[in-house]
């Protein structure tokens, strides 16, 4: 094993997230970064833009639009522990036959709890394929109406069970934002979806991709990233032990692909890297703690329960503030509040991130820092 201290592991885990602007290689669309990004947290749709936004170059905002509803060669779906990602259309053809059942059967209890047996279930997904095949994009509360009109009436959380089973077994996705709602249509109407694998290949390609986005990491990361079993992931990285290398953290064993040996031998960055990482951002989620990007004394002003996470302010791979933005229709105002002093250094790549931001949006930004 190759002993790799903290901070090259964070640093390579910038690069393989994008993170470091001096290795950003550019890439042809949104599609291909979410693809070599293994999907985009995206219960927050602006957020996920966002998190795009810091890993790109040139980028703005109305392209990942465009890509989503016009080009549609990214879909919003649920994906990755069950969650809503955006995803590349041409990985949902393998991806969602791989997560769906997981998950599917993984909630059988929960959906029990609201009214959703298995009979229930079947009349539901039947009877949101027949409105939207006859109606086109419907709102939750036009779906819920229907399934209503057919005699599945549902209240509460039973209704985002259902339609996330909906799209778990791959009959709706998210289509066009109605205002600030957004809908929901059928997935065969709306792509078409790429290439099907057995499940053994689709766990050894996701195992590649995840490497690929956060290696070096281990397989109980991979668990906790992807909410799929732990004994089938060690099975996968079992499949492409070939490509794999063994590193050491702590003593303890991680692998990254092959293919990035090369980074091991590469000198120390000289430039800071201060990056505005968005809520819930992938960063933050694909291993299975936070320990060498969240100093611990500051994890519950990053996450204080209920499965929120903050944006946040990232310098050299750790966690050094929380940021939040208030908007009016051309003006972003952009706090920023640090957890101790920042070294003077980080304030003009701060600033170029605000630019940044600006840039992307489409709008006019100013920045305030604060410290607590």
Request: proline share 5%; with cysteine; glycine share 6%.
């Given at each position: 094993?190759?002993?790799?201290?903290?901070?090259?592991?964070?640093?390579?885990?910038?690069?393989?997230?994008?993170?470091?602007?001096?290795?950003?290689?550019?890439?042809?669309?949104?599609?291909?970064l979410v693809k070599e990004l293994c999907g985009i947290q995206a219960q927050d749709a602006r957020a996920a833009?966002?998190?795009?936004?810091?890993?790109?170059?040139?980028?703005?905002?109305?392209?990942?639009?465009?890509?989503?509803?016009?080009?549609?060669?990214?879909?919003?779906?649920?994906?990755?522990?069950?969650?809503?990602?955006?995803?590349?259309?041409?990985?949902a053809g393998w991806l969602l036959p791989l997560l769906g059942p997981v998950f599917i059967a993984g909630s059988r209890r929960r959906r029990a709890e609201l009214g959703l047996d298995e009979d229930?279930?079947?009349?539901?997904?039947?009877?949101?394929?027949?409105?939207?095949?006859?109606?086109?994009?419907l709102t939750r509360t036009e779906l819920v109406e229907q399934l209503a009109v057919n005699g599945?009436?549902?209240?509460?959380?039973?209704?985002?069970?259902?339609?996330?089973?909906?799209?778990?077994?791959?009959?709706?996705?998210?289509g066009p934002d109605r205002g600030a709602e957004p809908t929901y249509v059928l997935l065969s109407d709306w792509i078409a979806p790429g290439r099907a694998l057995s499940e053994e290949a689709a766990y050894a390609e996701l195992a590649r991709r995840y490497l690929g986005a956060y290696g070096p990491a281990t397989p109980e990361d991979m668990a906790a990233w992807s909410g799929l079993p732990i004994s089938r992931i060690r099975a996968a990285?079992?499949?492409?032990?070939?490509?794999?290398?063994?590193?050491?953290i702590d003593s303890s064993a991680a692998w990254m692909l092959k293919s990035r040996a090369a980074w091991l031998d590469e000198p120390p960055i000289a430039d800071q890297v201060v990056c505005l990482l968005p809520a819930f951002d992938i960063y933050l989620l694909g291993y299975q703690n936070r320990d060498l990007t969240v100093p611990r004394q500051y994890a519950k002003r990053v996450n204080a329960g209920g499965g929120m996470l903050h944006p946040t302010l990232l310098v050299d791979g750790r966690v050094a503030g929380t940021w939040k933005s208030q908007r009016t229709k051309n003006q972003l105002d952009v706090i920023v509040e640090s957890f101790e002093q920042l070294a003077p250094e980080v304030y003009p790549r701060l600033e170029a991130e605000i630019a940044e931001i600006a840039r992307f949006l489409v709008v006019q930004a100013s920045l305030q820092v604060t410290s607590r």
């Open positions: 094993m190759i002993p790799l201290c903290h901070d090259r592991v964070r640093l390579l885990r910038l690069r393989a997230q994008r993170l470091v602007p001096q290795f950003r290689e550019p890439v042809p669309g949104v599609a291909d833009t966002l998190a795009l936004r810091v890993r790109s170059a040139g980028l703005v905002a109305a392209d990942v639009e465009r890509a989503r509803v016009q080009e549609r060669t990214i879909i919003r779906t649920w994906g990755q522990r069950g969650t809503l990602h955006l995803m590349a259309t041409e990985d229930t279930c079947a009349r539901g997904m039947r009877a949101i394929r027949d409105a939207l095949a006859s109606q086109g994009p599945i009436r549902l209240e509460g959380q039973a209704r985002p069970y259902l339609l996330s089973r909906a799209a778990l077994e791959g009959i709706i996705c998210l990285w079992r499949q492409i032990a070939d490509q794999l290398m063994e590193v050491a």
